[in-house]
C-alpha cells in the first residue's frame, strides 16, 4: 500500500499498463495542495499537458483559471488530477481498459489528499468515479455523497469551448464549490 506521494510518483514512473504510454511525453499525475480540502478530477491530459507534465495548463485550463480567479479560488489551494495520467491519442476519451488500468493512481491520490469535495469534470470522470448510469446533462451541479465523501459534478472546461451556453452552469457549480472553501 502506498503510503506518500513520492511512493506513487516512483510507482507510476515508468508505467506502461496501458497503450497510452507509446505516445506520451510525461506522466501527468496532478498538481495543486496534496491536503486540499477540494479536488477536481477531470478525464486525461491534452496535449499542453503531455508536454508540460501538469494537468489543466492547455485552452480548457486556461478557461478554468479565469473562473477561478472570478470566483475567487485559488489554483493552489485545491488538488487537480485526471482519470488517465497519459494522453490519449488526438485526445480522444480515454477507453474503458486505459481507465481500468489507471483508476488504482487516481484512487491512491483521493487516499493522499482525502479531499471532502470532488469536482468531478465532465461526463468521462462522472462514469469513471459515481458509476456508467450517470449523465453528466442530468446530473451536473447535483451533489452526490459516497464513502465520506461529497462528489459535484459539472461539465468539463473543454465542453464550454465548444459551447459558450454551458459557461453559466459552470460558474454557478464553482461558486456552489467556493462556499466549502
Known sequence: MIQNFKELEEQ???????????NRHN??????????????IGEGPGADEDIQGEPFVGK???????A?????????????????????PQNR?????EIDSCIDYLRTQVMLVKPEIIVLLGSVALKA?????YSITSS???????????????????????DESKKIFFW??????KKFM
Open 68 to 88: 477561478f480567479k472570478g470566483i475567487g479560488i485559488n489554483r493552489e489551494e485545491v488538488y487537480i488530477a485526471n482519470i488517465v495520467k497519459c494522453r490519449p
Open 129 to 133: 468515479i459515481l458509476g456508467k448510469e
Open 27 to 40: 506522466i501527468v499525475l496532478g498538481t495543486g495542495n496534496r491536503q486540499a480540502k477540494i479536488m477536481f
Open 140 to 162: 451536473r451541479g447535483k451533489w452526490v455523497e459516497k464513502k465520506g465523501i461529497r462528489y459535484l459534478p459539472t461539465f468539463h472546461p473543454a465542453a464550454l469551448l465548444r
Open 60 to 66: 480548457a485550463g486556461k478557461l478554468m483559471d479565469q
Open 93 to 97: 476519451n480515454p477507453e474503458q481498459d
Open 12 to 22: 507510476i514512473k515508468d508505467c506502461k499498463k496501458c497503450k497510452l504510454c507509446n
Open 172 to 177: 454557478k457549480d464553482l461558486k456552489e464549490v
